[in-house]
T-cell receptor, first 113, second 116 residues
Framework: AQSVTQLDSHVSVSEGTPVLLRCNYSSSYSPSLFWYVQHPNKGLQLLLKYTSAATLVKGINGFEAEFKKSETSFHLTKPSAHMSDAAEYFCVVSASSASKIIFGSGTRLSIRP | NAGVTQTPKFQVLKTGQSMTLQCAQDMNHEYMSWYRQDPGMGLRLIHYSVGAGITDQGEVPNGYNVSRSTTEDFPLRLLSAAPSQTSVYFC???????????????FGQGTRLTVV
């Protein structure tokens, strides 16, 4: 079985400060992990993905995520937040022979001027 | 490049009506799935398919039917719409999962359904 837990439903940071969105996963198989972003009333856009290559993954718009197997975590970070980063972020796990893709409940990121 | 195409984008139904949400992909992906998105609950898996002729239930399958007669198409049917089915629906497709390989999911633009 697989599952994913996003530890914060809402994160608020000031523009120019670091962003940390936390994600823990559970999987019986070696997982593929993703972060997707959804801007208001928009579809889902892939930010980055981990597929058992480098544990530090770089994505678009300056975002990064580090896969830590010992902690079963895949936290999303960005050194300096921008107003345009305000959105909903989803951590996603894909594993098992049935290729089920499971979403976390999402973290809403707000950016204060 | 069409990717994943969902129709319609918006729909209003009366309670008890039936309808089909269409989803088509042109990437020859084996895996297709339907999700519903509700505030504070992320995207919940309704049904999924790992290939033509094979479907299975996800987390919230009640009230929905699916079929997969071709690789390209994966329609979602609401048999008797209820207000609790008011939601945004997303269709996704991806290659079959293989460890270490690209299994990114591609999403349609969503269908906003309101049941009154």
């Amino acid at each position: 079985a697989q599952s994913v837990t996003q530890l914060d439903s809402h994160v608020s940071v000031s523009e120019g400060t670091p962003v940390l969105l936390r994600c823990n996963y559970s999987s019986s198989y070696s997982p593929s992990l993703f972060w997707y972003v959804q801007h208001p009333n928009k579809g889902l856009q892939l930010l980055l993905k981990y597929t058992s290559a480098a544990t530090l993954v770089k994505g678009i718009n300056g975002f990064e995520a580090e896969f830590k197997k010992s902690e079963t975590s895949f936290h999303l970070t960005k050194p300096s937040a921008h107003m345009s980063d305000a959105a909903e972020y989803f951590c996603v796990v894909s594993a098992s022979s049935a290729s089920k893709i499971i979403f976390g409940s999402g973290t809403r990121l707000s950016i204060r001027p | 490049n069409a990717g994943v195409t969902q129709t319609p984008k918006f729909q209003v139904l009366k309670t008890g009506q039936s309808m089909t949400l269409q989803c088509a992909q042109d990437m020859n992906h084996e895996y297709m799935s339907w999700y519903r998105q509700d505030p504070g609950m992320g995207l919940r898996l309704i049904h999924y398919s790992v290939g033509a002729g094979i479907t299975d239930q996800g987390e919230v399958p009640n009230g929905y039917n699916v079929s997969r007669s071709t690789t390209e198409d994966f329609p979602l049917r609401l048999l008797s719409a209820a207000p609790s089915q008011t939601s945004v629906y997303f269709c996704a497709s991806s290659p079959r999962f293989q460890t270490g390989l690209n299994t990114e999911a591609f999403f349609g633009q969503g269908t906003r359904l309101t049941v009154v």
